[in-house]
């Protein structure tokens, strides 16, 4: 049976000591986050996922969702979960005061999001779904739609959707057929499919709101011609209570290779009662406020399976005795040595913890930034947190993903046989991060949204920043103890700008050299990021070591783990650049036929 | 619903082209495979793999087997299925002709094993499990034992499965407990537990051989005192029917991430009845011989679910429009292009492409020596030819598993959304490729294997001979055709070179240096080995070419394959090294308490 504790200790390092949130202390939202406050919540979001969350995550694999009738029923257990998630406040963690939120800041929420996802990551998408709907409602919304949708949606009472694809399209949006014809009252008559929508339908709250695309009458060709529906499942009357069930309905549920407690729903929209959100035809702006939220909660789920399986990997790697040391029997009395002593599953562990630690302070650092880029009281900071916010989403969200899976396929690795059966829950793990790397926009198309939008932005103001906050912190920090860390620092930031200025200088001229090259740069940029992210870790941890007030074993094994991150996780860089540089020729020499 | 066709061209290419094997055609076995004979034979297999075989795969998912009062049932359709197999005379192909086998080459059966494989893995681990205790029987067995058993292995009447895992150990079998006791007639009474056990119990054939790993009383601790017996599911009569029920049986099922077709079993022996097979306390020995044979057959299913996930992944990049080319549309009547015109669906279609010929080719030139090692006529051949056996097996099990999973990994990303739904049977090539990284020794067990036994073996006299025939391949193959491929061959075997003199100096002072290193360095071994199978393919490729003997598009494919792995794969030979001579200390260096 597999286990979960959060790692407490690791957010408090992040958000009191290596970026000392404290120094915001005057902004809005930060103001009403005092260190003891935040940790009391942090303790109680723990306990949540530990002790209500992660016991059900291997019934709701197992279970799975029911549909019947067209009713949907989660599996044993979830509904009340829900309802103690509710009861918690939960949901209103970082939604706005004006709403019944708490208005913190996202810096501590999507360390809430990555405890319930480590504990049950398919429960933890039914809340997650609500806050992109609450999102698109709050910033697209009228006066009139935010006060009768957001304060439900904020309490958790209901939740929310987003229905983008269909069955002949997901990526590309343009090709969307799902058609939106006025009622004459102010609504329209919503009429299509709608396929793959997470937490479309089930048995947790009273309503769901739909946030739909679709096609107007005489609308453009294209995406440019896509409009923003809400589409509640219970028509909401005036005073606010529940009215007739709209004509949205599940035609079916997905067999999946994983995330098997939450719906994946085929939605059918027959006529469905639904109103514009925004202005017709600027549907996927809208959208794209709900999706740059949700790639940082995807983002997140890569590191919380990677965290999950990690733990139980490590308690299997301390526990399980199996062979003898290389250099000689570590447990004489006993009859085998520990997994652990072995080096080859020390790699395995290391790459996971490595990551784990790092990637959970590249999220924090770009939630902060998004937090700053809204709270801060300064225009530049503001701009600041916006260009990293914007850069670092797709790097986030592909990034987090891709290194996520492998590393629970690692840690699967490390229980041999054992984790090839379903029981001790390695294989949940992995399928359940697949989809990661798969939903709100694949990381192919993350890569591309880097390469090809993100770097050019305000003339590359975000990627040119990003480097000049590196060099600032590497020549305001290197000394002896640090040397060897900022080396490889430079060297990584050296070969993440010896990308860039190469697309800058060959993707103009054929836009296939961005593309062909697209993925090892994202994985560059994630590397590179992480290591920036390890340096600012090793930075602080040597300080409180210097310092000598106590946790000396956490900041010594900080220190060991950022040097495990540089000496072998990093080099990688060099070959990313190498392959980047082959250019777009040796993929597109080839005919449809050549394949 | 995905599809599968045997690449008979491919297959062609390499046994009568690349490695033209009508020039051992004076040789036992060779003998007997002419050109029109291999021909005619790779056409029935493709044939019963195509349409018998993996119209089967996704039922065998699907149902998976049943445990009811001890008898396990096989999925629909497997039984009749089998019976075609044993019908068409299938498992005798490369069986000894002593016993009724064909005799044929191994490099022609490891592509017949490819085909069943590819077109349904958990079927194919039926009688492939026979295989190995066919080996250990026809190479430890007594006369009497030969006699009574191979003949029914080798018509398939009868299958044969392997029993070395117990409950608290399997990398690790000194800590096996189950145990042989005499019986006083020359067989042995055997009591213990057994899981992990494939094929152990089933409704396919008559009887089933269990080669079981056991401790007679007194034997020496550890590995020293294990024994291999034979225990009969019915006995066998002198006259060669069937007997009674012997004490063996099916305790439980285990439920899998995936090979769900394929019966895992708990087998609980209650003193049943065994006989010796080779000497007492040699066990481990006789076991090694079927492991040999078996670790290639694993490594060749890595590669065949890499080669079915990428025929449905290029199928759907083809067909499948979403968004337009980044160079503008390339089907402009259309509503968008197909998903092939993208540059990362290339990459991630070609980086299967690329693994699958190369992989293949490595696969079946190690067979080939493997062959060459008993059938030539020359005792420097054969020595080399095992050296190559030897050397190789562990970099085919673990690169080839390794890489086959990634690839299905990257073929289920091809179809983005829907490459989650099982229906469309991406997720099953995924789940089912996983498993052939861990069993038959876990990929780290093979990567100690190959730096810890296989580099020191006869003074390296394997891996500096590889070396030696590379460089000569080179001197002799070197023109302006074909010197940008063997440039990169170069530079590959020069890093792999020297992380091996790496090893050399600095693994026998530290043991750990050799087990850190050793991922990275099968990995480095792996991309070069392919990447010398390259080389040799495209030189083939470019005489056909220039020889102008028509199938111009085939060869000019190879050779654009061939550049796009030493252009884009080949490189990361660099981090490898770099990673290598990093040593143990970065992971050593952590007590437990500090992961």
Redesign the interface.
């Known amino acids: 049976m597999p286990s979960y504790k959060a790692p407490l200790r690791e957010y408090r390092f992040l958000l009191h000591e290596a970026f000392n949130m404290s120094q915001y202390s005057e902004l809005p939202g930060f103001r009403d986050a005092p260190l003891d406050v935040v940790d009391a919540i942090l303790d109680e979001a723990a306990k949540l996922a530990e002790e209500v969350l992660q016991p059900l995550n291997q019934v709701g694999d197992r279970e799975g969702c029911k549909l019947a009738n067209g009713v949907v029923t989660t599996p044993s257990g979830f509904k009340e979960a829900y309802k103690t998630l509710v009861e918690g406040g939960w949901p209103a963690l970082v939604a706005d005061p004006a709403f019944g939120g708490q208005g913190l800041p996202n810096a501590l929420g999507v360390l809430f999001n990555e405890m319930v996802s480590s504990s049950n990551m398919a429960f933890g998408m039914y809340p997650g779904l609500s806050h992109g709907a609450y999102s698109a409602l709050l910033h697209h919304g009228t006066d009139e739609q935010r006060a009768m949708y957001l304060p439900k949606l904020v309490t958790g009472e209901w939740t929310g959707t987003m229905n983008l694809?269909e069955p002949?399209?997901?990526?590309?949006l343009?090709?969307l057929r799902t058609r939106a014809v006025p009622n004459g009252d102010g609504s329209f008559a919503i009429t299509g499919t709608k396929?793959?929508i997470s937490a479309g339908e089930h048995d947790l709250a009273d309503n769901i709101l739909h946030l739909v695309l679709a096609r107007t009458e005489g609308a453009p060709a294209g995406i440019k011609g896509i409009s923003l529906f809400i589409v509640p499942k219970f028509l909401v009357k005036e005073d606010g209570s529940l009215g007739e069930r709209n004509g949205v309905s599940c035609g079916a549920l997905?067999?999946?290779?994983?995330i098997h407690g939450n719906a994946t729903c085929v939605l059918n929209y027959d006529g469905a009662k639904g109103w514009l959100v925004g202005e017709e035809n600027k549907g996927m702006r809208a959208m794209f406020t709900m999706m740059n939220e949700a790639r940082l909660g995807v983002g997140l789920q890569g590191l919380s399976q990677s965290e999950a399986a990690y733990q139980n990997a490590?308690a299997y790697a301390?526990d399980r005795?199996?062979?003898r040391?290389?250099?000689g029997p570590k447990e004489a009395d006993k009859?085998?040595d520990?997994l652990?002593v072995?080096?080859?599953?020390?790699?395995?562990?290391?790459n996971a913890?490595a990551f784990n630690e790092g990637a959970r302070a590249l999220l924090v650092w770009t939630a902060l930034h998004g937090d700053l880029s809204h709270a801060s009281d300064d225009a530049k900071a503001r701009e600041f947190g916006d260009d990293m916010m914007a850069l670092l989403t797709p790097v986030v969200k592909g990034y987090l993903t891709d290194r996520g899976?492998a590393n629970a396929?690692e840690a699967?690795?490390v229980y041999?046989?054992?984790?090839?059966?379903?029981?001790n829950g390695l294989?949940q793990f992995?399928?359940d991060a697949?989809?990661a790397?798969?939903?709100e926009g694949?990381?192919?198309v993350q890569?591309?949204d880097l390469v090809?939008r993100k770097l050019a932005q305000n003339g590359g103001r975000g990627v040119f920043g990003f480097f000049k906050l590196i060099d600032d912190f590497v020549a305001a920090n290197t000394n002896a103890k640090t040397e060897s860390f900022m080396n490889a620092l430079v060297a990584a930031r050296k070969d993440l700008e010896a990308a860039t200025l190469w697309f800058m200088e060959n993707a103009l001229q054929?836009?296939?050299n961005?593309?062909?090259g697209?993925?090892d740069y994202l994985q560059l940029f994630g590397v590179t990021s992480i290591a920036f992210m390890w340096a600012m870790m090793a930075k602080t941890a040597a300080e409180k070591l210097a310092s000598g007030n106590g946790d000396k074993?956490f900041y010594?094994?900080k220190l060991?783990t950022a040097?495990?991150y540089f000496?072998?996780v990093v080099?990688?860089t060099?070959?990313h650049l190498?392959?980047i540089r082959?250019g777009?020729a040796?993929?597109?020499?080839?005919s449809?036929?050549?394949?």
């Open positions: 694809t002949h399209c997901g990526t590309d343009g090709l396929i793959f997905e067999l999946k290779m994983g490590l301390k005795l199996q062979g040391s290389l250099t009859p085998a520990p652990l072995h080096p080859d599953v020390r790699r395995m562990l290391l913890k899976f396929v699967q690795q041999g046989g054992h984790g090839y059966i379903e029981e294989s992995v399928r697949r989809i790397m798969i939903y694949a990381n192919g890569a591309l090809g054929n836009p296939d961005a593309g062909a697209s993925f074993g010594e094994a060991k040097r495990y000496e072998r080099p990688e060099a070959t190498t392959r082959v777009a040796p993929l597109m020499d080839f449809a036929d050549e394949f």
